[in-house]
């Protein structure tokens, strides 16, 4: 499945979805209430059976969520894309479609205090104890013992 | 004063022996300290523990293979364990969760033992040094330091460098606890 198709396809499942169809890989921005039954889709239906990075980026504003899927059997690429709230950032989780999500999902709870929503462990993965809540990767966490500002 | 066997006095020069020798009918005699003796083994037997954290430690492997090679200068095979070890190089970036980790491996270490902070990130944090809330500034706020080497990462004829000057403190005869109980005093 090409870029074209993919993008016909998402077009006609989420009608609100962005697209950034600059790179090599097509990146497709949905809302969260969108996103979970359009993951189980892509799993399903268009055999994206490889999530091959999750990660999160703090933009001030706004959190986002990035899931970089892969298809092993059809040899296609797909960027999916979430904003969401600062104060709140809940998400539904993918750790029961894509298994690694269990890790990487724990990994961007700790690091920006994201909440997966059915994440069956969702606990610190490196942080020792004792940094719950403190989501060193957030642009405003401030340690002023452990930091030297620039 | 220590005697030794007779030894001709080039062959003593080649091998950076301590001592003076005095030539007699039919070879020479060698006097030397004991100190003096006992340093120029240590100096040159010293085993490296194998510890690295990051790409310092691409470069220590190279170091140790078979182009650079620091078995040239007694640096012979790094061991895994640190009660066979007599240098740590900290080849990498000491975290708060690996400090401890550093501190033990030291302490388990028998004395005489040394120290080389290798890197950027080994002497100050180096590209981690603002803005981080993981990165230890320095391996030498958790364990004292003998030789620093700059560089991100040196290059392995810097780390050569490193070594041999670790040599020639060890061969000058003082240990870390004799300068600084000669500066307290």
């Excluded at chain 1, 600059?22 to 993951?39: C, H, I, K, M, Y």
């Excluded at chain 2, 340093?39 to 293979?65: D, H, K, Q």
């Excluded at chain 2, 560089?151 to 600084?180: D, F, N, V």
């Amino acid at each position: 499945m090409n870029n074209e198709a993919l993008h016909a396809y998402l077009t006609e499942q989420v009608p609100d979805a962005t697209f950034d169809t600059s790179g090599e890989w097509l990146n497709v921005q949905v809302s969260v209430a969108a996103f979970r039954p359009l993951t189980e889709k892509l799993k399903k239906e268009l055999q994206f059976n490889f999530l091959f990075c999750l990660t999160c980026v703090d933009w001030k504003t706004h959190l986002t969520m990035v899931y970089h899927l892969r298809s092993t059997q059809e040899g296609h690429h797909l960027v999916v894309k979430v904003n969401l709230d600062t104060q709140q950032p809940q998400i539904h989780t993918v750790c029961d479609l894509w298994r690694t999500a269990e890790f990487h999902e724990r990994e961007v709870y700790e690091l920006f205090g994201v909440d997966f929503l059915h994440h069956p462990d969702l606990r610190l993965l490196i942080l020792p104890d004792g940094w719950e809540g403190k989501n060193p990767l957030r642009k405003d966490f401030d340690d002023p013992v452990n930091m030297i500002k620039l | 004063m220590f005697c030794l066997q007779p030894i001709s006095s080039s062959a003593a020069k080649q091998a950076g022996f301590p001592g003076e020798v005095h030539e007699t009918p039919g070879g020479g005699v060698v006097l030397s300290k004991l100190d003096d003796l006992i340093n120029w083994a240590r100096s040159n037997s010293l085993w490296p523990l194998t510890f690295a954290t990051s790409c310092c430690g691409i470069e220590m492997m190279a170091v140790a293979s078979a182009k650079y090679d620091f078995s040239r200068f007694g640096f012979e095979v790094a061991r895994a364990s640190p009660r066979q070890a007599d240098v740590i190089i900290i080849a990498g970036t000491i975290v708060n969760k690996m400090a401890p980790v550093l501190k033990r491996l030291y302490d388990q270490m028998a004395d005489p033992k040394y120290v080389i902070a290798m890197g950027a990130c080994a002497i100050s944090g180096g590209p981690f040094f603002y803005n981080t809330y993981s990165v230890i500034k320095g391996a030498d706020h958790i364990i004292p330091v003998d030789v620093y080497i700059a560089g991100c990462p040196p290059r392995p004829e810097a780390l050569l460098h490193a070594l041999i000057t670790l040599q020639e403190k060890i061969k000058k005869g003082y240990t870390r606890e004799q300068i600084r109980q000669g500066s307290n005093s």
